[in-house]
C-alpha cells in the first residue's frame, strides 16, 4: 500500500508541476491518499485477523488462509472508504467553524 500511496504521489506532483491540476487539488490528493493508506492498511489487518478466526473455526487451514485472503481484502477496501469519508466529514466541519469565526470578527 505503501509503494502505491508513493506512486499516487508521484504522478499527482508532475500534474501539480505541468500546471494540470492546482496547489489546493495536489494537497487535497495527498491527504486524502495518506488517510486512505492508513485506513485501509488498518482495515485489511483487521479483517484478515477476523477472516482468519472465521475461516479456521470453519474448515482449519484452507478456511484460515482463504479467510486471510478475503477478510484483508474486504476489511482494506473497507477501511479506506470509511477512512475518507471520516476525513471529508472532518474537513466539512473545520470549514463551517472557519466560516463562523470569520462571521464573528
Not at 505541468?18 to 487535497?28: A, H, L, Q, V, Y
Not at 472508504?81 to 466539512?92: M, N, Q, W
Amino acid at each position: 500500500m505503501g509503494i502505491v500511496y508513493l506512486a499516487e504521489t508521484g504522478i499527482n506532483y508532475r500534474r501539480f508541476k505541468r500546471g494540470e491540476i492546482t496547489k489546493d487539488e495536489f494537497k487535497t490528493r495527498m491527504k486524502t491518499g495518506a488517510v486512505g493508506t492508513v485506513g485501509g492498511l488498518a482495515g485489511a489487518s483487521a479483517g484478515a485477523l477476523v477472516g482468519f478466526l472465521i475461516g479456521s473455526a470453519l474448515f482449519p487451514v484452507v478456511g484460515s488462509i482463504v479467510g486471510v485472503f478475503l477478510g484483508g481484502i474486504t476489511g482494506g477496501i473497507a477501511g479506506k472508504r470509511l477512512s475518507i469519508r471520516v476525513l471529508v466529514k472532518i474537513e466539512e466541519k473545520i470549514a463551517k467553524i472557519r466560516e463562523l469565526q470569520k462571521a464573528l470578527r
